[in-house]
Structures are given as C-alpha cells and as structure tokens.
C-alpha cells in the first residue's frame, strides 16, 4: 500500500521568498513520485516526476524536488516564488513499477505568495 | 495537440438521479483513468482502462461503474446519486507501457448534487 503525507495545507511566501513544499511517503515497493500543480477551476498539470534515476529532480516553472529514501521525503522547492506559482500542489506516489495506473495522492498544499 | 477534453465541465443533478460524464483523451493515448477529488482533497483513483477493459479500480461503491470505447474514449457512470459524489471528476490519459508515463489531465467536471 502506498500513502502520501503533504505537511502543511496552506504556505505563504513572500514574492522573491523560498518556496519549500513538504512531502512524505509510504510505499511497499520501490515507490515513483510526481508533483502536480492546480490552478483554480482547472485539472492538474504535472511539475516533475521521480522515476528512479536521478535523485535530484529539475521541473518546469523552476521548480525541483529530491528524492531522499532514507527520510521517506520529496520536498518540493523554488529559489524565489512568483505571484504566478500561487496555486494547490499536490503530491503523488505510484506504487507499482511498469503501471502508473494508480497515483495516491496527498492532500494538497495551498500556497499563497504575497507581493 | 489537444489535451484530455471533458465534458461537461459542468453539471447539477438530484439525488437519487443518474449521471455520465466523458472523456477523450491525448490523440495516441490509449489508456483512461478517473479520479474524483472532493473539496480540500486530493484526487482518488476510480478506475482505469486499457483496450476496453478495466485494468484497476479503486474503492468505490458499485454504483460507480465506466466503459471505454475503440476510440479510447470513456465515460463514467454513477447512478443512484448521493450529497457525498458532489466533487470535481477528473480524466487522465496515458500511453500504455512501462516507462512510467505520467498522467494527462483534463479541466474536469464539477459534479454538484442537491
């Protein structure tokens, strides 16, 4: 079974600030992760996706994540937030090699970034 | 390209009453899965298909059921609505294989029950 813990429901940051999304996971198996962003009325896109390879991880918009098996963790970060990356980030972890079919997912964490 | 199209995007219903929403997915993809994701939550998996077949469910009651078509496109069924399956459904295709393709998502649909 896998399971996702995103501590924090809701960060702020100021514009220019450290972005620092946390995110801890339980799996059985060798686990994938991703990170999704959502953007209000809208589904998710993806940010970056941990597939076994590197342990550092580069996205879009800036944004990166490291996998760190001996804490559990696949904090998401950002050098310097901008109002634009004000949206809910949700965490996500596949549990099962060679079939992405079902993703459990964390509850989200709500940033708000303040000018 | 499109992306994954849902519709509607919206929708109201009563409970008691039955629903479809629909799903195409990324030209070439040929799996679909559904997600609902209730308010202040994350998404759960509902289903997944492959070659019109389901290839998973999550734990959702049997009133919930889906079909794919030979254009892989889908559509979600849930009869004998509840208050509860008031939420945003979401749609994400994939190709099918084993590199660990991530999920497409589209916009959704806002399901709300009364």
């Known amino acids: 079974a896998q399971s996702v813990t995103q501590l924090g429901s809701h960060v702020s940051v100021s514009e220019g600030a450290l972005v620092l999304l946390r995110c801890n996971y339980s799996s059985s198996v060798p686990p994938y992760l991703f990170w999704y962003v959502q953007y209000p009325n809208q589904g998710l896109q993806l940010l970056l996706k941990y597939t076994s390879a590197a342990t550092l991880v580069k996205g879009i918009n800036g944004f990166e994540a490291e996998f760190k098996k001996s804490e559990t963790s696949f904090h998401l970060t950002k050098p310097s937030a901008h109002m634009s990356d004000a949206a809910e980030y949700f965490c996500a972890v596949s549990g099962r090699r060679g079939s992405n079919y079902k993703l459990t997912f964390g509850k989200g964490t709500l940033l708000t970034v303040n000018p | ?114």
Do not use: M
């Open chain 2, 1 to 114: 390209d499109a992306g994954v199209t849902q519709s509607p995007t919206h929708l109201i219903k009563t409970r008691g009453q039955q629903v479809t929403l629909r799903c195409s997915p990324i030209s070439g993809h040929k799996s679909v899965s559904w997600y609902q994701q209730v308010l202040g939550q994350g998404p759960q998996f509902i289903f997944q298909y492959y070659e019109k077949e389901e290839r998973g469910r999550g734990n959702f009651p049997d009133r919930f059921s889906a079909r794919q078509f030979p254009n892989y496109s889908s559509e979600l069924n849930v009869n004998a609505l509840l208050l509860g399956d008031s939420a945003l459904y979401l749609c994400a295709s994939t190709p099918w294989g084993a590199d660990n393709s991530p999920l497409h998502f589209g916009n959704g649909t806002r399901l709300t029950v009364t």
